[in-house]
Every structure is written in structure tokens, then in C-alpha cells.
């Protein structure tokens, strides 16, 4: 039972390139989100999906976009990437009944 | 905006010793979640106290939740090494908006 996977694991672009992020949860869970972790600021929440079909904006959405594919993925991409979104970003999903949130293990993006 | 913020920032106590951090948040909540996330690993989720709840207990984790002060604490006891971790409390305004405090990192010393 892998949980949340999260790919890449690591990536490191130049500013302007664009890239996306990808995200699978194999639990039938039917919310996904994405959040971003920066030293001292904790997670931040930028995008969330509560089914499929629906995306809603979170915390700090600017210079993102998200794709829902299907109930178990749930995509993000930089278009043009900028030095300030270097960071490690995290895909979660949860259950319907519970608020719990299950957790990948990060994707570690440098932005040069 | 961070709905919490934990204090302490870091918190350093030697193995066998109780470990406890707090969290302040801003708004109503339906409920405060406590997670723990080790060195480069993602969030594990270990605890949760709903706003009609004040304390709650699971192993050695103790937490309680003071909505009149906007409050919640967690205990750890009988510290281990391997509680080494960052823990972070996490609260819901709504159905699916979980905002995330900044973080307490405990170092337990063998």
C-alpha cells in the first residue's frame, strides 16, 4: 500500500522553465491538496481539489496551476518559474469522513 | 496567513523527560489536528481534538484544547530519542481549508 506518491523526488530548473509536479493516492480518497514548506513559515496550502472535477484556490495560489486527472491524481505545474518558489512541496489526500490528511514524502524544487 | 503558530520554536530535553508545545490559532475551528514530520520525510498525522472536546489522549500523547484562549497543547512523556521531530498543529475554518502553524522542533538527547 504505497499511500501518496509524490514525483520528482528532487528537481532543480532554471527561472522561466516550467515543470509539474505529480501526485497519486491509491486510497480512494476523494480531496487532494498541495502545499509548499519554507523554513520558518510552516506549510502553506496552495491549491485543493475536494472531488474530482473541482480545484479551489488556497493560501498562496500565484504562479501555479493544478490539474485534478482523475480521483487518484492530482498534478501541479510552475509555467515560469521563479526564485521564489523554491521550496519542498507536498501532496496530501484525505478521507470524506475524518479530516485526517495522509501525506507524501515531498518534492525538493530548486529554482536558480 | 498562519492560522498557528506553536511555541517554542525548538525545544531541546534529554530522553525520559515530558515534552510540551502549544498552539495558538486565530479563528473558530471545528476541530485542531496535531502532526509530526521527521527530518526530510513528509507529515504524519497523530492526533485529533474536536472544538467540544478539552482533552484528549493517545500513548503517551496528551492534548488539550482551550477554545476560549484559542489554545491547544501537546504533551509528550517519557520522551524518546526517537520523537525527534518537528510537530505542527493544523486547524480547518472549513470543510477543507487545513492551515498549518510554523512548527515546534523537539530534539530528545539520549
Known amino acids: 500500500n504505497a499511500g501518496v506518491t509524490q514525483t520528482p523526488k528532487f528537481q532543480v530548473l532554471k527561472t522561466g522553465q516550467s515543470m509539474t509536479l505529480q501526485c497519486a493516492q491509491d486510497?480512494?480518497?476523494?480531496?487532494m491538496y498541495w502545499y509548499r514548506q519554507d523554513p520558518g513559515m510552516g506549510l502553506r496550502l496552495i491549491y485543493y481539489?475536494?472531488?474530482?472535477?473541482?480545484?479551489d484556490k488556497g493560501e498562496v495560489p500565484n504562479g501555479y496551476n493544478v490539474s485534478r486527472l482523475n480521483k487518484r491524481e492530482f498534478s501541479l505545474r510552475l509555467e515560469s518559474a521563479a526564485p521564489s518558489q523554491t521550496s519542498v512541496y507536498f501532496c496530501?489526500?484525505?478521507?470524506?469522513?475524518?479530516?485526517?490528511?495522509?501525506f507524501g514524502e515531498g518534492s525538493r524544487l530548486t529554482v536558480l | 496567513s498562519q492560522q498557528g503558530e506553536e511555541d517554542p520554536q525548538a525545544l531541546s530535553i534529554q530522553e525520559g523527560e515530558n515534552a510540551t508545545m502549544n498552539c495558538s490559532y486565530k479563528?473558530?475551528?471545528?476541530?485542531l489536528q496535531w502532526y509530526r514530520q521527521n527530518s526530510g520525510r513528509g507529515l504524519v498525522h497523530l492526533i485529533l481534538i474536536r472544538s467540544n472536546e478539552r482533552e484528549k489522549h493517545s500513548g503517551r500523547l496528551r492534548v488539550t484544547l482551550d477554545t476560549s484562549k484559542k489554545s491547544s497543547s501537546l504533551l509528550i512523556t517519557a520522551s524518546r530519542a526517537a520523537d525527534t521531530a518537528s510537530y505542527f498543529c493544523?486547524?480547518?475554518?472549513?470543510?477543507?481549508?487545513?492551515?498549518f502553524g510554523t512548527g515546534t522542533r523537539l530534539k530528545v538527547l539520549a
Open positions: 479563528t473558530s475551528i471545528n476541530n
Open positions: 481539489s475536494a472531488s474530482e472535477g473541482t480545484t
Open positions: 496530501a489526500s484525505g478521507r470524506d469522513r475524518g479530516p485526517e490528511l495522509f
Open positions: 486510497m480512494n480518497h476523494n480531496s
Open positions: 493544523a486547524t480547518a475554518s472549513g470543510t477543507y481549508k487545513y492551515i
